[in-house]
Every structure is written in C-alpha cells, then in structure tokens.
C-alpha cells in the first residue's frame, strides 16, 4: 500500500475539497494533503495532532513510515531546508527516516463530525447542526444548547472531559444553558457577533485576542479559553478511532501531553 492509497482512504471519509471550498469561499489559506511522500510502501501510521519531534520519535519506535496531523506539517512555502530551524529540522529527520506526511486541516474542521464538532460535543451540546459558517457538505463554529449549569460547573467539566491543565475562565458566575464554540483560532468580530445574536451564555474556543475578549464580556457572555491543542486534540482523537480500522495497516495515537 502507497502513501496515495492510504491517502485515498482519508480524503473519502474527510475529502479535502471541504478544506478547498471554503479557501475559494472566504479567501483563507491552507495547505491539507500529501505533503511528503518518499515513496514507499506504507507499513504503518502514527496520528498526531502535530508533526513534532514526539510524533517521529513514536513513528520510529513503532516501526510506522507515515504521520497522519491536522496542523499541516507545512503551512506555508518554505525557500530552505535546514536542520537548525524547527521545521526544517522536523522534515529532514521523516525524509532520512523514510516517514511520509499526510495533514487534514479545515476540512477536519469543516467536517460534520470533525474537530469542531466534537469540541462542542464534548462540552455537552445536545444540536450540533446551528453553524457560524457553512460550506456545502459541511460547518464550522457551534451554537447549542447545554444542560442549565453553573458556569462554574461547566468549567470543571470541561477540565476532566479535556484533559487539560490549562483552562481559562473570564466572567462571572451563574447559570448558563446556551455554548458558541469554535475550535483552535476561530473567534473574531463575526463569530462574536453571531454568538450574542443566538443566545450563547459562553463562548469556548482558543487564542482569543484581547479585544475580542473584551466584546464578549462587555456583550454580556462568558469566555472559556482552551489551549489550542487541548481543544483540537480532543476531535482529532475521535476521527483517527474512526479511520483506524479503515486504513489497512496498523496505527497509533501520539499525543504531545504538555500540550494539555
């Protein structure tokens, strides 16, 4: 099996042209698909949010030849290659190695049970279908319905549910019923605005800027920050339990837990 058979596998449970629809759509960028390919046959994959130096290291112990991330492992054009920058120290180390990469980002994200999903899963929503943004086959950004709790409560869930030692909390207090959630970077002036128009008592997401922080506490909501990782990692787990027993070939979880 092939780096492109491997891939074909992933693309039709979670096909890139989610990620492709919405750059074309809104005029992001990304950069989802095979991005190294050495050549040979796959023997077996390691998922990972990232493509960090654990992630290899845990490629080369379990014998696998393929890294499967949602992050790209490039993002954006590199014009060198060197061992003493961190990413060019990454791709040098999978190319000696002979490990391939496969990265999956905005349409994991855009996914209907992709990472965003499962972020407001986790955190309890009962209907998961309201979405900020919307592509054809796909969503991103979850407005939905919690148990009443207090918000204090939710928190405290969100920690255990998470796994996560890092969990900021802005706002007072109080019950709460109504969660805006947008996985990794996702909230600006737009989904701000979108989450106070549909009722949301709590915003959930993660490196929210200040000034976003402050419209949404001066709007009247809470704000939960995640990191980024303990945020994403959570659906990224899920997907790599569902195309696990697809693929073919062995594969395994990495998770980089200082992270968390």
Partial sequence: MKL???YAVIDAAYPKKLSDDYVKACGG????GMLVDVGDEIKGAVFSLDLSQGAIAAAKERGANLIVTHHPAIFYP?????????????????VRAGIGVISMHLNLDFAPEGIDYF?????????????????EGGGYGRICDVKRQS?????????????TRRLLRYGGDGDISRVASFCGAGVDGGAVMAAKRNGA???????????????????????????HYASENYGFKKIYQDLSG?????SWYHEDDFML
Avoid: W
């Fill in 4 to 6: 492109a058979d491997v």
């Fill in 29 to 32: 960028h990304d950069n989802s």
């Fill in 78 to 94: 590199v014009s060198d290659l060197r061992v003493q920058n961190a990413l060019g120290s990454r791709l040098v180390s999978c």
């Fill in 119 to 135: 972020l407001a899963k986790g955190i309890g929503g009962k209907d998961l279908s309201n979405t900020y943004e919307n592509i």
């Fill in 151 to 163: 918000f204090s409560d939710l928190c405290s869930h969100m920690e255990k549910e998470f796994g």
């Fill in 201 to 227: 008592d709590v915003i959930v997401s993660s490196d929210v800027k200040h000034n976003y922080i402050c419209d949404i506490l001066e709007s009247g909501m809470r704000l939960i920050v995640l990191t």
């Fill in 246 to 250: 697809k693929l073919g070939i062995p």
